[in-house]
């Protein structure tokens, strides 16, 4: 059964920076893309950043280029993203899901809270 | 940056009704369309990939169709278990987008 488990959100103040886990199982990992979706609250959803089977090739969206950090252990079966330089306007569940085009499995999501 | 625009924002049904969204993309994508189902408090779940093709366990109420810029999403007979809020999703460039979104409940 394919499992992706989100952990590392909280609480942080505008600027401040949180490392987001997520610990995949089930499936082979590194054959896959995976990515992080993020929903703010009461609102849609939105692609955040993918990365490549090697973790090679990464690709953000304009909003966070430059402050995010999209990255993967596959000995460890892990993917992180590191946020940096947060802002309100990140406040989001961040969901990690694997990728083959679609999204076809999904965890179950970490919230942060950018607030002071 | 390609623009998806579902419609409509909310539907109210009756069960066993027939529910139709549709999602038009800015530009043309092909059948590079993809579906989810996010019922309340749960993650998004994939419905429908490529615009037409059925995901394994998914009730076969569920259809889509279309190509190009023009796609639908089509559940025939909403049971109480279909209230969620439905995304179209775009994989034909980078970044890949989604649809603002269609909330179904029941009347």
């Known amino acids: 059964e394919v499992q992706l488990v989100e952990s590392g959100g909280g609480l942080v103040q505008p600027g401040g920076s949180l490392r987001l886990s997520c610990a995949a199982s089930?499936?082979?990992?590194?054959?896959?893309?995976m990515s992080w979706v993020r929903q703010a609250p009461g609102k849609g959803l939105e692609w955040v950043a993918n990365i490549d089977q090697d973790g090679s090739e990464k690709y953000y969206v304009g909003s966070v280029r430059g402050r995010f950090t999209i990255s993967r252990d596959n000995a460890k079966n892990s993917l992180f993203l590191q946020l940096d330089s947060l802002r309100g306007e990140d406040t989001a569940v961040y969901y990690c899901?694997?990728?083959?085009?679609?999204?076809?499995?999904w965890g179950q999501g970490a919230l942060v809270t950018v607030s002071s | 940056e390609i623009v998806l625009t579902q419609s409509p924002d909310f539907q109210s049904v009756t069960p066993k009704e027939k529910v139709t969204i549709t999602c038009r993309a800015s530009q043309s994508i092909g059948t590079s369309l993809h579906w989810y189902q996010q019922k309340p408090d749960q993650s998004p779940k994939l419905l429908i990939k490529?615009?037409?093709q059925s995901i394994s366990g998914v009730p076969s109420r569920f259809s889509g169709s279309g190509s190009g810029t023009d796609f639908t999403l089509t559940i025939n007979g909403l049971e109480a278990e279909d209230v969620a809020a439905y995304y179209c999703?775009?994989?034909?460039?980078?970044?890949?987008?989604f649809g603002g979104g269609t909330k179904v409940e029941i009347k």
């Open positions: 999703h775009q994989s034909s460039s980078l970044p890949v987008t």
């Open positions: 089930g499936f082979k990992f590194s054959s896959y893309y």
């Open positions: 899901a694997r990728m083959f085009y679609f999204f076809d499995y």
């Open positions: 490529y615009a037409s």
